[in-house]
């Protein structure tokens, strides 16, 4: 018998399904998952700019950050401390996700602030804890420098704008896709799964995973709350959906995040909480499906998570 949460597991399940049910449109519960794209149509001259724009610590207010260190490619493009430190060693107040995939994604930001990835790019570049820069400084710098001169005169034929350069390094996001992950292949049936990662694959559906981790990202398609049956702390310093809409019921809600690649992206959660990918799983069905998980449970879905480890990016394999 499964350990719930609450002495009243009848009413809890009842309140789980109705939660559930009123927070998903009827498509997201039966949305299977879809592989990734083996291929993505990007400006290949723009996206190699944007990758050196990606790396350049230059463009940061004392010329230490770049998107890299917080976003690293040795992470599954995501930072493995719990917050990101920024300019100046300011320490922000959220985990980095991964940029891995993020095209994919229906909005950015963990509380889907931004519509789109160069949207999203003018958000660190401003932000005083992130790199804490004014489009005009930017502008000059790039200018200055032969490479970027010339680059930016050669796809755009202007000098260097702070506008293109947003564009360049959304361009270089969009060639950061991730195909052939295990589990592509076998949906693509061209591989089966262990009969652990099957398991774990089934339990993944039956304990209502996919409601919220479905689709091309397996999440990223969606704004949930986490703490939907048992509530999660909630930090009045971290920018959730509610300071988006300012609707209360969007307290402690943000968009729910790709699972693909998720075994590189330690830690996990908008506030770096979870150190592991274990007690990701353990609060994630305390919180949002009101039950602890067993011990086997916790093996198998971990089993099945690490068929989302994909390729690494082309674009980062070609020099
Ligand atoms: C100081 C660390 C830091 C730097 C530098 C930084 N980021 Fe981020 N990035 C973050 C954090 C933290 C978040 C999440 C913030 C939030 O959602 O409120 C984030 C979010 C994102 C997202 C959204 C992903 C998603 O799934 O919502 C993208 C894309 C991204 N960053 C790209 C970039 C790019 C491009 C640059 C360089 C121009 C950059 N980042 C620089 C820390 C950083
Ligand atoms: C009601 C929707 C919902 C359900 C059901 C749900 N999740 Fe989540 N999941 C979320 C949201 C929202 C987040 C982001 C929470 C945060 O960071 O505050 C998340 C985060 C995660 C993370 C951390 C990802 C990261 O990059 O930080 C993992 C791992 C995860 N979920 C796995 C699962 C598993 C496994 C299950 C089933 C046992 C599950 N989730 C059920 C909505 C859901």
Redesign the pocket.
Same mark, same amino acid.
């Given at each position: 018998m499964r350990h719930s949460v609450t002495k009243n597991w009848k009413k809890i399940g009842l309140s789980i399904l109705v939660a =559930?049910a009123a927070?998903m449109p009827v498509a997201a519960m039966e949305a299977p998952i879809v592989p990734i794209p083996l291929h993505v149509d990007y400006d290949k001259k723009k996206a190699e700019l944007g990758k050196v724009l990606f790396m350049d610590p230059q463009i940061s207010a004392d010329k230490t950050v770049s998107c890299h260190s917080c976003h690293s490619f040795d992470h599954g493009g995501a930072d493995p401390r719990p917050v990101s430190i920024g300019v100046h060693g300011a320490k922000g107040n959220a !985990?980095a996700?991964?940029v891995y995939n993020a095209y994919f994604n229906f909005r950015q930001f963990?509380n889907g602030r931004a519509k789109d990835l160069k949207d999203q790019a003018n958000g660190p570049l401003h932000n005083p804890v992130e790199m804490d820069m004014v489009p005009k400084e930017i502008e000059a710098y790039l200018d200055k420098n032969p490479y970027y001169h010339e680059a930016f005169r050669e796809i755009y034929g202007t000098n260097p704008t702070y506008d293109d350069m947003l564009d360049a390094i959304a361009e270089f996001e969009k060639a950061l896709f991730t195909p052939n992950c295990k589990f592509d292949y076998y949906l693509r049936g061209q591989t089966e799964l262990t009969p652990l990662e099957a398991r774990g694959y089934r339990l $993944?559906k039956t +304990?209502? %995973?996919i409601? %919220? #981790?479905n689709g091309v990202n397996i999440?990223g398609n969606s704004f949930?709350? $986490?703490g +939907?049956i048992v509530p &999660?702390r909630w930090k009045p310093s971290f920018p959730d959906r509610y300071d988006v809409t300012h609707n209360p019921d969007d307290r !402690?809600v &943000?968009k729910?995040?790709? =699972?693909r690649n998720?075994a590189l992206?330690a830690p &996990? $959660? #908008?506030?770096g909480s979870?150190l592991t +990918?274990t007690d990701? =799983?353990k609060m994630?069905?305390y919180h !949002? =499906?009101g039950f602890e998980?067993e011990e086997d449970e916790i093996v198998v879905?971990e089993a099945f998570?690490k068929t989302l480890t994909g390729e690494t990016p082309a674009i980062l394999r070609q020099d």
């Open positions: =559930l927070a !985990n996700p991964t963990w $993944f +304990l209502g %995973c409601t %919220c #981790h999440g949930q709350k $986490f +939907l &999660y !402690n &943000y729910v995040p790709t =699972l998720i992206t &996990y $959660f #908008h506030d979870a +990918l990701a =799983l994630m069905a !949002n =499906l998980l879905i998570l």
